[in-house]
């Protein structure tokens, strides 16, 4: 019998579901304030229970008496469906997960149920809406939008009308083949697609003569498995495959990209570098790892989850940090997680709702879905979120992005894997289910208006807990040498992540061995499916019980799926019968090579023209509102960004800490004085001008953002993540070679190994016009490079808020008229200019001067000119500061000496910091910078009048309070 | 003197239990982390310590409600527990902590009409990390003995101190148990509350003083270092929070 609990607050506590409820709606246009009211429920699934049981139950579990008041009942008694408060007219709405989807709430609750002797079978969560006033199709479009997420949630109008929880169905094992050896091509490629395969049709004629030479069509199970191995999201075929390239750098052909390119750059530095070769292991494992401390070493990862996320903005974004956790917690034999980063790329929040395209959600709803998902799952894992950055364009709208990055702390001897021949298989932490089937090749394909309905599958479900647990069991089973390998289970599920470990073995796994979450899964989507917080150990045999004991006591479940057997093939069976057989050669290497062109022509320059007048003040107030600079404080203060108590440099500082730092910088081992610092350069602005300098750009602002707080230039480790649109496309693909190229040299120049990277491709969207006609917007080229630096001694750190008046204001690095992609231009829709370069080897002095100098105590505050440049540097510094300050752009370091009042203002060129210096150490200052050949001058003071004012020798053309440019700043995202 | 010993028990989701040994540690203490799966099954072992404490986190992933499950294991040892407080032990939680001590009856505010007080959401709905000052109230808890006014970071979505009515509010506040109260940032200014409490209350103790429940994290300010302003501020040698684990050790000297 099915038992239901309704949950309400007691008045006069408000409603808060209900609440947004309205708000979104409103947002959405559906209504301007929306009449509802919801309550949170539980059904139950019992036999046997009295009122007395009901009663417990509610009060002891399910509601808190102090703030909600209940209504339990058999779920039939028509008495639930009245609203809490009457009124006419009032539709009932349920909402409920989907049969088969992850509701970890309702396991904990069926726990807690049996912890007080109460016999419950199942459980399942339930939100209930009544809601008024709205005709059908409107109320059709808040259930869909508003209501529930379609992916992962059905909707029941009217009486909910069910007698029991539905989990899953039985199955009945029958192997499964695919008759292909006699498709055509065209048929071929057909099923490539229905079978959301996604494979290249070379790979599916490669896939066909193997099968007509065995004289058999693949089982199912070999056929998703190659396909797995093979998709773009875990083989990254496209960029470490081959490439002929034509660009204005000349043409080059690569027999492996990236290898050639981006992993040689850190290999020649390794070289140079000889015994004082600080990586320790670069692209090879699930992160980078480098050395740190005498006992630790680092490892870092930056993965996306952009489609996940652009269908089920929540569950895309808790998953896409959940995911990236696990590629730490997998790096070498486990590392500790310390921190967590994240950036994302929205479409502006104030998109009309009515021009959104078919199958999109509002960029609003994006957002805040992924907000929220990134910070529950940080959060509860009790890992801080220390940096992140959020950058808006119009062609983000159907495929935003979304960028997880995790460091990891890891034992010096812990750093290598290697599974031995005979260690079993052990898969721990989640149970399996019908959760995430495809996502590794839905990732691989372009997102359409029908993607939710074709992959709704392809969404997982994060439970952040059941991935603490596996942490905590993990580390202690690491530290007591139970494992010789671990990998995590993500895009692919075990079929990557035993096909990986056993690559150079073998393996054979019994596939009816994984525990399941409900019956019904057939052999092959145990097999492929993503749930969640699963990893794949190699136990030697003699170390199984200990292992099994140690994960019991931390309520984590531990399972033998099979064994790495020296055969050199992947063998899959199902209750004793083989479904399945794949050599690892052919399953590794076999892919066919393709060759792929790619062109780069960059945009021809054209002259930008800066508006003239006297009084640049409005534009910097434009500048700051505009949404990638406006403040971040609505997102951050979400993130615990100080859990484990090593937080030194905050993402907010200042004298009402709010304003932006440059960089994060943790103290991982408490008892050192040994900092990490964490920061990001992202501006896909430039990449419509050049993408070499685009990302050039972006390496310089990770950088110098390290730097700018104290980090160590000789100690910066760098990760590319490129998200691109369809590399099909020849001009596509070759923006992609030209940023991968301005990588390479940077890299040698500066001596900042990368170490870790992934890319994205296929990031675009198609769908139908209101006339029918098929639109596609790609994604601008979007290359995000993190850096993680090194600080010997945190007490050295500066943070970026002016500190006192009196004290000098020093502009470090040349300004040229380089408005090109800029701020100044977005806010006046100036397109053409210059973009901004780098320079390297003044860049590499700069770095390393100021660093003596911040290192030598001489900086009281540094900032790095990013977007909006020299006058939201000192506008932020200012207000951050809570003082005023007085520049003179006519004493700035200029490569011209006509340059314009609004270029020495905005332009963005790089490598420039601007750093507030005592007098007692203006000497020493100035004496390291000129030392070292760097432009630098001293271009003003910091002020007690609360006034920012910028003149240009002598004409003021920028003055405003600092509350002013303060308030214009915080106002955009203020909510 | 021989330090005391502190049994910092976690569950499932608990994520604060490393730092808060750390500054258990620099205070002085010896520290002992358990899964509270294994005091369930050797309740006994809790007497061997001085101090009990739950760190924060999400224990048992806050299903159901903050810290209810947890509290629910926590009353089926609720002899040994209240044997061990009424022994002279001390027991601190802190942030889920607080929600755990408070929703197992540990801190004294259950009467014949239920609980009569909960943490609720935070009247923002969301969660929130930011800093805030304190004001220590009275002498009865001995973790804030000259604690005074002090800085600390808050970070949770349920710290909403919610008493029943205003009777039970009142008793508690006559009982001179809220002793930890969110201070204004500048004289004669409303304090700055983050979260909506009535009557700006931050911590609670019982009934005897020695269990202390409180929603900001003072083993996050051990060290001058992790506070907002350390570049711009003398804040001495070390962080104020530093003084609330000191208390605790020095009560047993």
Redesign the interface.
């Known amino acids: 019998m099915l038992w239901e609990i309704d949950i309400r607050p007691v008045a006069p506590l408000a409603d808060a579901e209900a609440q947004r409820v309205a708000r979104d709606a409103a947002e959405l246009g559906l209504a301007a304030s929306l009449e509802v009211q919801s309550a949170k429920c539980y059904l139950l699934d019992a036999d046997e229970l009295d009122a007395e049981q009901l009663k417990r139950l509610a009060e002891s579990l399910f509601v808190d008496t102090v703030a909600e008041t209940y209504a339990a009942a058999p779920a039939s008694d028509p008495g639930l469906a009245a609203p809490p408060a009457p009124g006419d007219g009032q539709t009932l709405v349920h909402v409920l997960p989907k049969p088969g989807v992850m509701d970890p709430v309702a396991r904990s609750a069926e726990i807690a149920a049996r912890d007080l002797g109460i016999p419950v079978d199942a459980v399942c969560t339930m939100r209930k809406y009544w809601v008024a006033g709205l005709d059908d199709d409107a109320l059709a479009r808040l259930g869909e939008q508003v209501l529930a997420n379609d992916a992962i949630e059905r909707l029941i109008v009217g009486p909910l009308g069910i007698d029991r929880i539905e989990l899953g169905g039985d199955y009945q094992f029958e192997l499964q083949t695919v008759p292909l050896r006699d498709l055509t091509d065209d048929e071929l490629n057909a099923l490539s697609r229905t079978a959301q395969l996604y494979l290249q049709p070379a790979e599916m004629q490669t896939i066909r003569e193997r099968y007509r030479d065995l004289g058999r069509d693949p089982t199912d199970i070999e056929l998703e498995t190659i396909a797995q191995t093979w998709s773009e999201h875990c083989s990254h075929k496209t960029l470490a495959g081959r490439i002929a390239y034509r660009g204005p750098d000349g043409e080059q052909r690569f027999e492996n990209m990236l290898r050639e390119t981006i992993f040689a750059a850190t290999e020649q530095l390794r070289e140079r570098w000889g015994d004082d070769d600080w990586c320790v292991s670069v692209f090879r494992d699930n992160a980078g790892i480098v050395r740190f401390h005498p006992d630790a070493h680092l490892a870092f990862k930056v993965e996306t989850h952009n489609h996940p996320s652009a269908l089920e903005p929540y569950g895309g974004a808790n998953t896409g940090v959940g995911g990236v956790i696990r590629d730490i917690l997998g790096t070498g034999q486990g590392a500790k997680p310390i921190c967590n980063t994240d950036v994302f790329c929205f479409a502006p929040p104030e998109t009309e709702a009515d021009s959104l395209p078919p199958g999109v959600l509002h960029p609003r709803l994006v957002m805040r879905g992924v907000v929220e998902g990134v910070r529950d799952y940080g959060n509860r894992m009790g890992i801080p979120t220390v940096n992140g950055a959020v950058c808006f364009d119009d062609r983000y709208l159907g495929n935003p992005l979304v960028y997880c990055g995790c460091v990891g702390l890891i034992p010096t001897d812990k750093a290598e894997k290697e599974p031995q021949p005979g260690d079993l298989i052990v898969a721990i932490g989640g149970r399996t289910g019908r959760d995430g089937i495809h996502g590794a090749t839905f990732s691989s394909a372009e997102l359409t208006s029908e993607s939710e309905s074709l992959s709704g599958g392809a969404v997982q479900i994060g439970n952040a807990i059941e991935e603490k647990k596996v942490a905590d069991a993990l580390l202690a089973a690491r530290d007591r040498g139970l494992f010789t390998a671990v990998t995590d289970c993500g895009a692919g599920g075990f079929s990557s992540a035993v096909g990986e470990m056993g690559e150079e073995i073998g393996a054979e796994v019994h596939l009816e061995k994984a525990p399941v979450k409900y019956a019904g899964l057939s052999y092959t989507e145990i097999w492929i499916s993503e749930a969640q917080e699963r990893m794949v150990l190699s136990v030697p045999e003699g170390h199984w019980q200990e292992l099994h004991d140690l994960c019991a006591a931390e309520g984590v479940e531990a399972t033998v799926i099979g064994a790495f057997t020296p055969t050199g093939k992947l063998t899959m069976k199902y209750d004793g019968q083989q479904v399945g057989e794949l050599p690892m050669g052919f399953l590794h290497d076999g892919r066919p090579p393709v060759v792929r062109e790619a062109v780069y022509t960059p945009a021809k320059t054209r002259d930008l023209s800066p508006p003239k007048r006297d009084d640049y003040t409005p534009d910097l107030l434009a500048i700051l509102a505009a949404h990638n600079v406006a403040s971040k404080e609505s997102i951050i203060r979400q993130y615990d960004h100080e859990v484990q108590g090593g937080s030194v440099v905050k993402p907010l500082v200042g004298v009402r800490m709010d304003g932006p730092s440059d960089a994060a910088v943790i103290r991982p081992v408490l008892d050192s004085p040994q900092g990490v610092a964490i920061a990001c350069g992202i501006n896909p602005r430039y990449g419509d001008l050049d993408t070499y300098h685009m990302a050039a750009s972006a390496i310089d602002e990770a950088v110098r953002n390290c730097v700018a707080v104290g980090a160590d230039p000789a100690r910066i480790a760098l990760l590319d993540n490129f998200c691109w649109g369809d590399c099909e496309k020849n001009e596509t693909l070759g923006s992609l070679v030209r940023a991968a190229i301005a990588c390479r040299d940077l890299s040698l120049a500066w001596e900042t190994p990368f170490i870790s990277g992934k890319d994205s491709l296929n990031n675009e969207f198609s769908f139908e016009d209101a006339a029918g006609r098929r639109q596609t917007i790609a994604i601008p080229p979007t290359l995000l490079i993190s850096a993680m630096g090194q600080i010997p001694d945190i007490r050295r750190c500066v943070t970026m808020d002016l500190k006192r008046p009196g004290n000098a204001l020093y502009l470090v690095g040349l300004t040229m008229n380089e408005l090109g992609g800029s701020h100044l231009a977005l806010v006046h829709n100036l397109s053409g200019g210059q973009v901004p370069k780098v320079d390297p080897e003044p860049a590499k002095q700069t770095f390393h001067a100021l660093h003596a100098a911040i290192t030598a105590g001489s900086v009281a505050s540094c900032h790095d000119l990013s977007e909006g440049g020299l006058a939201v540097a000192a506008a932020e510094m200012a207000f951050a500061g809570g003082l005023g300050a007085e520049l003179d752009l006519a004493a700035a370091p200029v490569d011209d000496d006509s340059l314009s009042a609004p270029a020495r203002l905005f332009s963005e060129s790089n490598t420039r910091f601007l750093c507030e210096v005592a007098p007692d150490h203006e000497a020493a200052f100035t004496e390291a910078l000129t030392l070292a050949s760097v432009d630098h001058a001293r271009i003003g003071e910091a002020t007690e009048t609360g006034t920012l004012t910028i003149r240009n020798a002598d004409r003021t053309c920028v003055t405003a309070p600092i509350g002013l440019l303060k308030e214009a700043w915080q106002r955009t995202l203020r909510n | 003197m021989p330090s005391p010993s502190v049994l910092i028990l976690r569950a499932?989701?608990?994520?604060?239990e490393?730092?808060t040994a750390?500054?258990f540690e620099q205070a002085g203490a010896a520290t002992s982390l358990e899964?509270v799966?294994?005091l369930l099954d050797n309740p006994a072992a809790v007497e061997q310590h001085q101090i009990l404490c739950i760190p924060?986190?999400?224990s048992?992933?806050?299903?159901?409600?903050a810290g209810?499950?947890f509290a629910?294991?926590l009353r089926t040892l609720s002899d040994t527990l209240h044997r061990f407080r009424e022994s002279g032990g001390l027991a601190l939680g802190i942030c889920n902590g607080f929600q755990v001590l408070l929703k197992s009856g540990l801190l004294d505010t259950e009467d014949d009409s239920?609980?009569?007080?909960?943490l609720?959401?935070n009247t923002s709905?969301?969660?929130?990390?930011?800093?805030v000052t304190l004001e220590a109230v009275g002498d009865k808890c001995p973790f804030l003995a000259g604690v005074g006014s002090l800085e600390l970071?808050i970070?949770h979505a349920e710290g909403r101190f919610?008493?029943?009515d205003d009777a039970a509010l009142s008793t508690l506040v006559d009982e001179g148990r809220a002793v930890l109260r969110y201070a204004p940032l500048a004289e004669g200014a409303p304090a700055d509350n983050p979260n909506g409490s009535a009557a700006d209350i931050a911590g609670l103790c019982d009934r005897t003083g020695r269990v202390l429940g409180l929603m900001p994290?003072p083993?996050?300010c051990?060290a001058p270092?992790?506070h907002?302003?350390w570049?711009?501020r003398e804040l001495g040698e070390a962080g104020a929070g530093l003084a609330v684990f000191k208390n605790a050790v020095a009560y047993f000297a």
């Not at chain 2, 048992?60 to 409600?65: E, K």
């Not at chain 2, 239920?114 to 909960?118: I, L, M, Q, V, Y």
């Not at chain 2, 709905?125 to 800093?131: E, I, K, L, P, V």
């Open positions: 499932p989701g608990t994520n604060c490393a730092e750390f500054a899964h799966d294994r924060g986190g999400f048992y992933g806050d299903d159901l409600a209810r499950v629910n294991r239920g609980p009569s007080a909960t609720a959401w709905g969301r969660y929130t990390d930011r800093w970071p970070a919610l008493p029943r994290h083993e996050r051990i270092t992790q907002p302003q570049t711009r």
